[in-house]
């Protein structure tokens, strides 16, 4: 794990999972963290928000922005299903026309 952010409790644990990796790598990655942390709360924070990157790169965009990886690696283990998972978002909005 890494340093939890300044002026937070003890018990927050901070953890970065490269998610860009699939799930070979980051799905893999981020079962160990749940499985080493047990965490009854997961804030995930990934996101990628900038237009033209979103659109040079749509499968690695998909792959952070759509919390897949996290959702399965939270759901292969019994013992955290009832881990809360509260999921950012931005304020970007899209038409659906491009």
Do not use: M, W
Not at 49 to 71: F, Q
């Amino acid at each position: 794990g890494e340093a939890a952010p300044a002026g937070a409790p003890r018990n927050v644990q901070a953890f970065q999972v490269d998610l860009a990796d699939g799930a070979e790598g980051g799905g893999k990655a981020l079962s160990a963290c749940l499985a080493e942390f047990r965490p009854d709360v997961v804030v995930n924070c990934a996101a990628i928000a900038r237009p033209r990157e979103c659109e040079a790169d749509p499968k690695g965009t998909a792959a952070i922005n759509v919390p897949s990886a996290l959702v399965r690696a939270l759901a292969a283990d019994a013992a955290l299903s009832n881990c809360l998972v509260v999921q950012i978002s931005t304020d970007v909005v899209y038409d659906g026309d491009e």
